[in-house]
């Protein structure tokens, strides 16, 4: 009687009425004491349970509002890096029942954007990304859920071509989840006018387009095409008295000496270097080398370059086509690394075109895949090639396993012109001429269905109304088509855009800022030996080959070349004609410790 007048307590002590156990249990006392104290226990056990997670809940949702000195590892943080902290309203928004939310379909997005002053294109923590921006009007518009807007993971994500910091597109894809018909839309109003809205009028929507839940933009992409505005200043060969022009001197009192002892009755005017046209050659006959920088590049910005000359830059530019191992135009790679092996379909140097009194030059690239600085390392070493008279066979040696250092192009000039999905057009022709044929003939068996089973004069009945599970299952078949991915559609406003807010803003930054030619100042007053191979044979010596880790470009030594009283003067100089990037300097460094499918993402 004691014992169960103390587990009634211990029930009544957990807020429960004492439960009575049913009559064919009555005849055991044992069995009901037992009953009541296990009933007893769960009970007090779920009590403390349901407190310690309330507190725990509380401690999430409030963001531990009872204490400011308290640590908040509890606290709700943007995955993204916006800086746009979460409140404890979006855990009760992100709970809503799946009868209210609307459907998501896997889409191809095709946009284009002007990249200055942004931080390439992917999204980045802590930086401003294009990426960013997109993801964000999708956010606002609707078409990305309040749950799923803490992380573009949730919507899985994927680009075709990942473009660096201040890097362009006339069009590029993005993959991803959407809600295609948001509430928020008008009447008669588009999602991509929706999103065009949110956007800033140098980011663009071109189109949406269904796609199979397998699709990924950047696997399923067969190719892209690139395309690079260059001044045809940056071939003007280096002022004489910088590092480099010495450099090339003494390369060429070298090919004399050797030519001296090969053929010892030679006169001087039989001993000529390859390189005396580079030594003395007419810009800085003409120029001279008493003029600070921005003289000289102003008098650059007016050169034309001589069709020899572009022809010669022409048959360099060859050398990249076909197959090749391009792990020296990248980043973290090694010359086994078998991804690294690139196919170039299509490579073409237009005519020159002068805008602005500037002549420029139009660089096309079309292949498979591109890896990181990949474009950019490919001007730096055309350019290299174009105005020293360093052998072409250089481009050559530059595919075998020397590690050399290959500066790259500034990204102001690159811009991707568009991927392309050949195969998996290929794939959705041929899915949807099956499902065609599937349509027609369901389309040809209702209608014989329904010529056998029209009543006779007088009868009726359901024989002549439709099954609605053949209904839905046409409808289902008609869900299945896709459209190719095109840009075809889009190609005049495309080519405004381009025009307006791309060519554009890349000739009047240029003009503004001088990118290339600090960026030709960079490798002039570059000391060390690592730009030795610009020989005029083309051959990678010993003393130009890079150890594995070396980071080059804070080995740099920025110079100025003033002229005093008729002499030279070099003087050390951290100013803007000279300085690269720090926050490219920055992105290298971090890329270098990735290794492997880490890089994979960087590809474009």
């Not at 518009?141 to 994500?157: E, H, I, M, Q, R």
């Not at 034309?304 to 090749?324: A, C, D, V």
């Not at 610009?534 to 890079?546: D, M, T, Y």
Request: glycine share 8%; net charge neutral.
């Amino acid at each position: 009687m004691t014992e169960r007048l103390s587990q009634q307590v211990v029930a009544a002590a957990a807020g429960q009425d004492t439960v009575l156990p049913p009559k064919h249990q009555l005849a055991s006392p044992d069995f009901t004491l037992a009953t009541e104290s296990t009933s007893a226990a769960n009970q007090i056990n779920d009590a403390d349970t349901q407190t310690q997670a309330s507190a725990k809940r509380a401690r999430f949702d409030n963001n531990l509002d009872d204490g400011a000195n308290k640590k908040s590892k509890w606290e709700r943080r943007d995955p993204r890096g916006t800086g746009r902290a979460q409140d404890s309203s979006r855990s009760s928004e992100a709970s809503e029942s799946s009868g209210d939310r609307l459907p998501k379909r896997k889409v191809a997005v095709k946009f284009g954007y002007c990249g200055i002053g942004y931080s390439g294109l992917q999204i980045n923590p802590g930086v401003k990304t294009i990426e960013g921006d997109i993801f964000d009007a999708f956010c606002s518009a609707g078409a990305v859920s309040k749950d799923n807007a803490v992380n573009p993971n949730k919507v899985g994500l994927q680009r075709a071509a990942r473009t660096d910091r201040g890097v362009h597109a006339a069009g590029n894809l993005l993959s991803l989840k959407l809600i295609l018909e948001p509430a928020g839309l008008k009447q008669g109003e588009t999602l991509v006018d929706k999103v065009n809205s949110l956007l800033p009028d140098f980011i663009r929507i071109w189109g949406i387009t269904r796609v199979q839940n397998g699709f990924n933009a950047r696997q399923s992409c067969d190719s892209r095409m690139y395309e690079y505005l260059l001044p045809t200043y940056v071939f003007i060969p280096p002022k004489p008295g910088s590092s480099m022009h010495d450099m090339l001197k003494r390369m060429s009192a070298e090919e004399v000496a050797k030519l001296k002892e090969a053929n010892p009755e030679a006169s001087e005017s039989d001993l000529k270097s390859t390189l005396d046209p580079i030594l003395s050659h007419e810009f800085w006959q003409a120029q001279g080398t008493s003029h600070d920088f921005s003289s000289d590049i102003a008098a650059k910005k007016a050169y034309r370059l001589p069709l020899p000359h572009l022809e010669r830059i022409r048959s360099i530019f060859n050398r990249y086509l076909g197959s090749h191992n391009f792990y020296n135009f990248t980043v973290g790679k090694e010359f086994r690394d078998r991804s690294c092996q690139r196919f170039m379909k299509k490579l073409t140097i237009s005519e020159p075109k002068i805008i602005n009194n500037m002549e420029w030059l139009s660089i096309k690239f079309h292949g498979q895949s591109f890896m990181l600085h990949q474009i950019r390392k490919m001007i730096g070493l055309l350019v290299l090639v174009g105005r020293t008279g360093a052998g072409q066979g250089l481009v050559d040696e530059c595919f075998g396993p020397a590690r050399v250092h290959i500066p790259k192009a500034p990204g102001l000039g690159l811009l991707l012109e568009r991927p392309i999905f050949d195969a998996y057009n290929t794939r959705i022709r041929n899915n949807n001429d099956k499902i065609s044929k599937l349509m027609r003939k369901k389309a040809r068996d209702d209608t014989g269905a329904k010529d056998a089973a029209k009543p006779v004069s007088g009868e009726t009945g359901e024989a002549g109304k439709q099954d609605p599970t053949e209904a839905g299952r046409a409808s289902s078949l008609e869900d299945e088509l896709r459209e190719s991915i095109t840009y075809v559609p889009h190609e005049g406003i495309m080519e405004k855009f381009k025009q307006e807010w791309i060519y554009d803003r890349i000739i009047a930054t240029e003009e503004e800022t001088n990118e290339f030619g600090k960026w030709l100042n960079y490798l002039d007053v570059f000391q060390g030996p690592d730009f030795e191979f610009l020989n005029p044979k083309g051959v990678i010596p010993s003393k130009a080959v890079v150890k594995l880790g070396e980071f080059h470009r804070d080995q740099l030594k920025h110079r100025n070349i003033a002229a005093k009283d008729g002499e030279q003067k070099h003087r050390d100089d951290q100013g803007s004609a000279n300085a690269p990037s720090d926050a490219e300097d920055e992105e290298d460094v971090e890329i270098y410790g990735k290794k492997g499918k880490d890089l994979d993402e960087y590809e474009g």
